[in-house]
């Protein structure tokens, strides 16, 4: 099914709406380039007319002391016109480079709001893809809109001088008796400036024609970009260095892929069109362009060799109808691109709008400080959106205040799920989640997640100082972000790092940053979770990248670390949850067994027994 064509009033509308939202996280932008705009449309027309003045008085009374104070006039104006010229650019350009980050903010706030079911979405990922590519290509989109503005706000204040500086032309009279009296006709006039604003109007539409082939192409020009954006430098990327050189990848990468990028080669869909129709048309708007600079001269000659005016208003004259109808071509172009541009537009809008449609609460959670929180699964079950399988079904499992709860299975069975569910970045299908016996989806959404910290399995840590990773924030308590480090473990890495907490991790952010193993950025992880003293400590697989000794330490001392909180855990290595007061076994999205590490494995029918027996047979001294 095609996509319904949009209407240049669809159009301007959104490249509006776009606008508006600049002004508003940039309320200095817009200021900045309108008054630059406006400066660089109308200062010419103050030399082009003094310079008409002396010209004129060159040609006429040849007064000095005229000549002299429009020379001294002209010097004092194009020092004036260059000092004001420099300092609004510099502003423009102040301005515009400060927007770059806010573009990016305008879908990070996005983003953050998100429903992250909708994060989590193919449809959504396209779409900020889609979003990301157009910006790449050409800056289609909200960049565009910035872009466009300039030019077209200096098209239009161009126009408005030049109707202004032109207007006599018209008006003058060819001396009576001269055999250019015609001119005089008002038929005559109309009829030339009938003719000039045809030529004006039919320019940029030959234009606009020869550039809405490239909008034609974008699903295959966003497409070159992303293949290029990726395979051109993957070599960049410090993590694929390894398998690049071990499986001599760089040839299949650089090679076999992009040479399949030929959007924008000789031999490219895109060239053959400039070769053709997209070649003809913008050489119409060549040709039309000059018939009416052509037009332009003659006219104005033939008025001032004919007496209507001076020598002098002739470069006025020429000058100035030559940027009217240049203003009027490029106002009439830049509209076409805004045309042009409200189709990506509609993309970015279509992102921007996604409503949120998870329940955000209105009552607040509880503040206790003895914790004593209880959660309930009643009957829950789950799919995925797009999804006929369940990945839950009918869970029930209340948590003991303070306990410590193991969730294992083999892979797929749930677990991950389960945990999504109580920290409710997911909605159940079927069934209730209850805090202290309420809904929690009657909760306020930012309070009730307060109460979790997660190390999830694939967590990520930031390049920022250590300190900052594990507090979350710049202003933070550095005895407590070190008492955590110490907790997880990271005791001894810190002494060794050369700037403490203020070590940056990783080098994109500073070049003494230093690199971190797996099992470092696990403890670093753990540290983090237990920075934020959440009622709920949740670790998805924690150690997974530790080494057995470091694994050991954090299971002896791991009741300490969790102090009074409810701490649940998820791990596929059965022997680290002995120490829990009770574990969950999940089987294909059911809880099908529970109870202690003693009354679990002694059940020989069950799934734990069977786990348990096919790990513990690699421990076991065959020999």
Not at 186 to 196: D, E, K, N, V
Not at 446 to 459: A, C, E, G, K, P
Not at 542 to 555: F, G, K, Q, R, S
Request: proline letters at 2%.
């Amino acid at each position: 099914m095609a996509k319904n064509k949009l209407t240049r009033r669809e159009a301007l509308k959104l490249n509006y709406r776009a606008l508006v939202i600049w002004q508003r996280l940039c309320p200095r932008l817009l200021l900045s380039i309108a008054a630059s705009s406006a400066f660089q449309a109308l200062s010419p027309y103050v030399t082009i007319w003094l310079s008409a003045r002396i010209i004129n008085e060159l040609a006429g009374n040849r007064n000095p002391k005229e000549l002299l104070r429009l020379v001294i006039l002209q010097l004092a104006s194009a020092a004036i016109l260059a000092l004001t010229e420099g300092i609004l650019t510099r502003w423009k350009y102040y301005e515009m480079h400060s927007s770059d980050c806010v573009h990016g903010k305008i879908y990070m706030d996005k983003m953050f709001t998100l429903d992250y079911v909708d994060i989590d979405r193919q449809y959504v990922f396209d779409l900020y893809s889609q979003i990301l590519q157009n910006n790449n290509w050409m800056s289609w989109g909200f960049r565009f809109t910035i872009l466009i503005f300039e030019p077209l706000a200096t098209a239009a204040l161009q126009c408005l001088g030049g109707i202004c500086m032109t207007v006599s032309l018209f008006l003058s009279i060819v001396p009576k008796g001269s055999r250019f009296a015609v001119l005089n006709h008002p038929l005559c006039t109309l009829s030339i400036a009938a003719f000039m604003l045809l030529a004006t109007v039919l320019s940029p539409v030959c234009s606009n024609r020869s550039s809405r082939y490239w909008t034609k192409f974008a699903s295959s020009a966003k497409l070159g970009n992303r293949y290029f954006s990726f395979y051109g430098f993957i070599r960049d990327e410090r993590t694929r260095a390894e398998d690049l050189r071990t499986y001599n990848q760089h040839e299949n990468v650089y090679v076999h892929y992009l040479k399949h990028i030929d959007i924008y080669s000789s031999g490219g869909e895109i060239v053959k069109l400039a070769r053709g129709p997209m070649g003809m048309w913008a050489v119409c708007a060549k040709l039309i362009s000059g018939l009416l600079t052509g037009t332009a001269y003659l006219f104005v000659c033939l008025k001032s060799f004919a007496g209507a005016f001076g020598v002098g208003s002739v470069t006025q004259y020429i000058s100035s109808i030559t940027k009217l109808f240049q203003g009027i071509s490029d106002f009439l172009k830049y509209m076409g691109s805004l045309y042009s541009n409200g189709e990506f537009l509609k993309t970015s809008f279509e992102f921007l709008d996604l409503p949120n449609a998870m329940y955000q609460g209105s009552l607040t959670t509880e503040k206790r400080s003895d914790r004593r929180y209880e959660i309930e699964f009643r009957d829950v079950s789950f799919r995925y959106p797009g999804s006929s399988q369940y990945a839950l079904r009918h869970v029930n499992l209340k948590f003991r205040i303070g306990s410590r709860l193991a969730v294992v299975g083999m892979n797929g069975s749930g677990k991950t799920t389960f945990i999504k569910l109580l920290c409710r970045l997911y909605d159940p299908c079927e069934g209730q989640i209850l805090l202290n016996g309420i809904d929690i989806r009657k909760y306020r959404y930012d309070d009730y997640i307060n109460l979790f910290s997660v190390v999830f399995q694939d967590f990520r840590l930031f390049s920022l100082p250590l300190g900052e990773n594990v507090a979350g924030k710049a202003d933070y308590d550095r005895g407590r972000a070190r008492k955590c480090l110490e907790q997880a473990g990271f005791s001894d890495r810190l002494t060794a790092m050369p700037e403490g907490l203020d070590t940056y991790l990783y080098k994109e952010m500073e070049q003494n940053g230093v690199d971190i193993s797996g099992g470092e950025a696990q403890k670093i992880a753990l540290a983090r979770a237990l920075c934020k003293d959440a009622s709920f400590i949740i670790l998805d697989e924690p150690t997974a990248a530790l080494d057995p000794v470091a694994e050991m330490e954090i299971y002896s001392k791991f009741n300490d670390i969790a102090g009074d909180k409810t701490a649940v855990y998820i791990s596929h290595r059965l022997s680290s949850c002995k120490f829990c007061d009770e574990i969950a076994v999940f089987h294909e999205g059911a809880i099908i067994q529970r109870g202690s590490h003693e009354e679990l494995v002694a059940d020989e029918t069950g799934k734990y027994y069977e786990l348990w027996h096919a790990q513990a047979q690699y421990y076991v001294n065959t020999g």
